[in-house]
């Protein structure tokens, strides 16, 4: 899930995806 504003490829857009991964398998686990 992309925020809104923040383009796909910029670093702020990257640090998003990789803390809604951690988040995930946080949650996962």
Same mark, same amino acid.
């Given at each position: 899930?992309? *925020?809104?504003?923040? $383009?796909?490829? *910029?670093?702020? *857009?990257?640090?998003?995806? +990789? *803390?809604?991964?951690?988040?995930?398998? +946080? $949650?996962?686990?």
């Amino acid at each position: 899930v992309l *925020s809104p504003g923040i $383009e796909p490829g *910029s670093p702020a *857009s990257q640090a998003n995806i +990789l *803390s809604i991964k951690l988040r995930e398998q +946080l $949650e996962a686990g």
